[in-house]
């Protein structure tokens, strides 16, 4: 079985610029989860799908950050305009219909630097 | 929220040696998951324990629901134990995971 891939590995911009993560979670799995994940701290959510709804988005900072997840498969998550503190990795997720005992599955992530 | 605190920070082992890992949560929680992060970047579930005892291989876990706290116990660490262990928790009423701090875990040969 494939794992969660996640796109690019490394992204280097410089502040105010626009980027744009892909990911691919496991075939069938109904829940995807973006996390921001800053050197030295633990992953943190931003925005929880449940097919191509979204479920929690409350610490997605809107005003530059959007995701999508069209056909309820694969998702973007875009930055734009890009600040030196989004410098982090960007961790996908997924699990097969989310919920309390559900096994979430990470993708490798993408380390963003922002300078 | 809740608040998610985990000790130590930091911890060298030597191959062969146990420890333990804590994980103190401020709240009542629904679900509590121990993961580990190699040193490549990779998070993996190890145990989905909200309450009760759970043994993997030489990986254990305890979470005593009442008390506020999870217990993880690494025996006879292995190089390949190195890397960052996070305890997450579900808030009760709320849908996410919650990460502590993470405990950096150092084994050396």
């Known amino acids: 079985e494939a794992g969660v891939a996640q796109s690019p590995r490394y992204k280097i911009i410089e502040k105010r610029q626009s980027v744009a993560f892909w990911c691919n979670p496991i075939?069938?799995?109904?829940?995807l989860y973006w996390y921001q994940q800053i050197l030295g701290q633990g992953p943190k959510l931003l925005i929880q799908?449940?097919?191509?709804?979204?479920?929690?988005d409350s610490q997605l900072p809107k005003d530059r950050f959007s995701a999508e997840r069209l056909k309820g498969v694969d998702s973007t998550l875009k930055i734009q305009p890009a600040k030196l503190e989004d410098s982090a990795v960007y961790l996908c997720?997924?699990?097969?219909?989310?919920?309390?005992?559900?096994?979430?599955?990470f993708g490798p992530g993408t380390r963003l630097t922002v300078l | 929220g809740i608040q998610v605190e985990q000790s130590p920070p930091d911890l060298i082992l030597q191959e062969g040696a146990n420890s333990t890992l804590r994980c103190n949560f401020s709240d009542s929680v629904n679900n509590l998951q121990w993961f580990h992060q190699n040193p490549w970047g990779q998070l993996i579930n190890l145990f989905y324990i909200p309450s009760g005892t759970k043994q993997n291989g030489r990986l254990s876990a305890t979470t005593v629901a009442t008390e506020r706290y999870s217990l993880l116990y690494i025996s006879s660490s292995q190089t390949t134990d190195s890397g960052v262990y996070f305890c997450?928790?579900?808030?009760?009423?709320?849908?996410?995971?919650?990460f502590g701090a993470g405990t950096i875990l150092r084994v050396k040969s």
């Open positions: 075939s069938g799995h109904a829940t």
């Open positions: 997450a928790v579900e808030h009760q009423g709320e849908d996410k995971l919650v």
């Open positions: 997720a997924s699990s097969l219909v989310g919920g309390l005992a559900d096994t979430q599955y």
């Open positions: 799908f449940q097919n191509n709804g979204v479920v929690d």
